[in-house]
Antibody, heavy 121, light 106 residues
Framework: QLQLQESGPGLVQPSATLSLTCSVSGVSINSTSYYWGWVRQSPGKGLEWIGNIYYTGAASYTPSLKSRVTISLDTSKSQFSLKVNSMTAADTAIYYCVREAYYFGYTFDIWGQGTMVPVSS | DIQMTQSPSSLSASVGDRVTITCRASQSIGSYVNWYHQKPGNAPKLLIY???SLQSGVSSRFTGSGSGTEFTLTISNLQPEDFATYFCQHSYTGRLFGGGTKVEIK
């Protein structure tokens, strides 16, 4: 069964770096058909796409976060990861890992359950 | 950036009703629009892709239409499990979500 599962810290301090990992099961992360990405959701900003990565390692990021975000891939572990540096209270959100498929436009067809990341000292 | 304005932000409806939600894009985006719904405590779930194509396993009570700048999601014969928040999303340039429509029980 295709499944995405986020893991990471329950709390991040202001100015620290957030590190999250998404474990992929039920499909090859090396597939040429999909991208692997991150979406976050906060009460103030709603749903926001952060970026994605292709099996080749090529990554794309939303412009507003590009300077602070890195997405990487570990095919041997069937995982991909998100790092966001210089975290502030505005980055408090539920972070979802997602599979992006191209169905005449990029579509988030599979979602992880999400992990809440509060930013607080 | 191409903005997506979703309306209404909330609505009340009864079981069996027909409900329509609209997303308007700030410029033409072809058919690059998807629709999701989200129940409390859960991740969003894909319903419609490419403006009008029904995702596998999703009820045929959900219908998407539109192109260019105006898109609609129609839910026919509203069922108890349909009370949720609905989002549109475009991928014309980058990826952007609408603000959401909360469908509540009247």
């Amino acid at each position: 069964q295709l499944q995405l599962q986020e893991s990471g810290p329950g709390l991040v301090q202001p100015s620290a770096t957030l590190s999250l990992t998404c474990s992929v099961s039920g499909v090859s992360i090396n597939s040429t058909s999909y991208y692997w990405g991150w979406v976050r959701q906060s009460p103030g900003k709603g749903l926001e796409w952060i970026g994605n990565i292709y099996y080749t390692g090529a990554a794309s990021y939303t412009p507003s976060l590009k300077s602070r975000v890195t997405i990487s891939l570990d095919t041997s572990k069937s995982q991909f990861s998100l790092k966001v540096n210089s975290m502030t209270a505005a980055d408090t959100a539920i972070y979802y890992c997602v599979r992006e498929a191209y169905y005449f436009g990029y579509t988030f067809d599979i979602w992880g359950q999400g992990t809440m990341v509060p930013v607080s000292s | 950036d191409i903005q997506m304005t979703q309306s209404p932000s909330s609505l009340s409806a009864s079981v069996g009703d027909r409900v329509t939600i609209t997303c308007r894009a700030s410029q033409s985006i072809g058919s690059y629009v998807n629709w999701y719904h989200q129940k409390p405590g859960n991740a969003p779930k894909l319903l419609i892709y490419a403006a009008s194509s029904l995702q596998s396993g999703v009820s045929s009570r959900f219908t998407g239409s539109g192109s260019g700048t105006e898109f609609t999601l129609t839910i026919s014969n509203l069922q108890p499990e349909d009370f949720a928040t609905y989002f549109c999303q475009h991928s014309y340039t980058g990826r952007l979500f609408g603000g959401g429509t909360k469908v509540e029980i009247k």
